[in-house]
């Protein structure tokens, strides 16, 4: 079945810091490299290496990098519903990564640049959206845009990065809603400092109505939450020990693999193994695109995984 991401492209222009710096801080970058990111482009490359049909919905500028497109069809990637905005230019993100961390500011562009939802519904995206098994979205473009294609979604995955606050229709349509710590503080008001801090907030969000919860809590693993009927289960699935060299777009690598295991079967438990082997895999190498595993690897990398725990 096929994944269709709606999302964000940028170009990332990363500098390699000994460390991030403090408010006012300058530090000296060892390095500086661009590549194609954004986290709608890296979730449909996610999703296409984790094995998954994928189709992308995006905006671009009139300033595209040539390799932009070649690129993503090199991954497997559809790019019919890629349009170009006139006298935009595409997105751009300022990314500053020190010893596995990162810190990040991105300048929209065209990404905020779309029709209305008249015109939305008269283009191919709309076709795309309304047959796909899943449709994912990302919050780097209109909160608008999201709900237009959550409301024509069959299956509707929603990763609210970065966080903003959302229309209560859109939160009830996310199966899962995919957010990490901060993310989930964000709609729940309280800090989360453990596996336990994130069950119990993520079981609230699911008592609020929003069907199911995927909660990234980066190298403690990941909780998830669903609605059964009258009642709420869930579980906590620990992630490998590996160092990390690069945790850039390491939850748009989860995303994606989490979006193909859902698109192949509803076993929520069972895609959040597949995802977390894929981000485990994601983050030793640097970058996004090239850094993420092909469906091979993810799959041999789930017999690395610790054992996964029933939470309640
Ligand atoms: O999630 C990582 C991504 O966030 C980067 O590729 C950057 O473009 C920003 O969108």
């Known amino acids: 079945m096929t994944v ?68 993503l069809c090199e991954y497997g990637v559809g790019i019919e519903a890629v349009r170009e905005v006139p006298g935009a230019r595409t997105g751009t993100a300022y990314i500053t990564v020190a010893a596995g961390e990162n810190q990040i500011v991105v300048d929209p562009g065209a990404n905020f640049h779309w029709e209305t939802e008249a015109e939305l519904d008269a283009s191919v995206a709309a076709e795309l959206i309304a047959t796909a098994g899943v449709v994912v979205a990302q919050l780097e473009v209109p909160v608008r845009v999201v709900a237009w294609a959550a409301g024509r979604a069959r299956r509707f995955i929603l990763n609210a990065a970065p966080a903003r606050e959302l229309p209560t229709d859109l939160l009830h349509r996310c199966d899962p809603l995919i957010v990490n710590e901060s993310e989930l503080a964000t709609f729940t008001g309280t800090a989360v400092t453990s596996p336990r801090d994130a069950f119990d907030q993520a079981r609230l969000l699911c008592a609020r109505g929003v069907p199911a919860v995927v909660a990234t809590l980066g190298a403690a693993g990941s909780v998830w939450v669903r609605r059964a009927g009258a009642t709420v289960i869930g579980g906590y699935q620990p992630a490998p020990e590996i160092r990390s060299a690069d945790s ?65």
């Open 248 to 312: 850039t777009g390491a939850g748009d690598a989860y995303v994606g693999a989490l979006a193909t295991a859902l698109a192949e079967s509803d076993d929520l438990p069972a895609g959040v193994a597949f995802a977390t082997a894929a981000a485990a895999l994601a983050v030793q190498s640097p970058g996004t695109h090239a850094a993420y595993p092909t469906r091979d690897r993810i799959t041999a990398a789930l017999a690395t995984l610790p054992p996964a725990a029933r939470l309640d």
């Open 4 to 71: 269709v991401v709606l999302g964000s492209v940028n170009r990332d222009v990363v500098c390699e810091v000994s460390r991030l710096p403090s408010p006012g801080e300058t530090v000296l970058a060892s390095g500086t490299r661009t590549n194609l990111g954004g986290k709608g482009s890296n979730q449909a490359v996610a999703a296409a290496k984790a094995g998954a049909l994928v189709e992308f919905v995006a905006r671009i500028g009139e300033d595209p990098d040539p390799s932009l497109r070649k690129s």
